[in-house]
């Protein structure tokens, strides 16, 4: 489950930098931006890879399509290495692991996955939750990288790193870091904002047989 939890965060992401002051102000016009633009979109569908590096050293690789639609609805659907489903219609979260033939379903709780539904809905303030830089990049450097660390202890995020397109504004890569030196990298393509989806979507229903587990 803890890579799901990865998953739902990641609409953010990168190392903070060492000198916060000097790049703050730098920050704030682009991330006003991007919320701007971000409120303005009803739907966003991506292509994307992730890769999940341990600190042991080792690394998981999975790929598949991304669906989002305000106000709070999101699905994950995992092409490889498993066709593992992650599905929120902006109340419950399910989960289906095919490997194990099981659906964990769950309240949309506070915290990791309501802030990432928060932002994307244009409900968020990300410089409420986070403090947050702007990391150095050549000036023929396609996108931005900004910095996030959370303003207080979150158990799921250590810091984080996003990386938006500079013509777009849109998020293209997220890096997200844990308290236990695992690190879920997640880059976005093929995007595209606003092509219309049904709310029924975002609606799941366990497959016939399979374990149903609510924490």
Known sequence: MKRYIAVVLTIFAVLAVSDKASFALEAEPIISAMQARYEKISTVTAVFTQEVSTQTGGVLKSEGEFFFKKPGRMKWLYTMPEKDVVVSNGKTLWVFQPDLNQVIEKPMEAGAGALVISFLSGLGELKDEFDITLAAVNDDAKNHVLNLEPKKTH?????????????????????????????????????????????????????????????
């Open 155 to 215: 158990p799921g995020i250590k810091r984080m790193t996003m990386e938006l397109d500079k013509k777009t504004l849109i998020v293209v890569k997220t890096v997200v870091q844990d308290h236990l030196g695992n690190t879920t990298a997640i880059t976005f393509s093929g995007i595209k904002t606003d092509i219309p989806l049904k709310d029924s979507f975002f609606e799941y229903k366990p497959p016939k047989g399979a374990a149903v587990v609510r924490p």
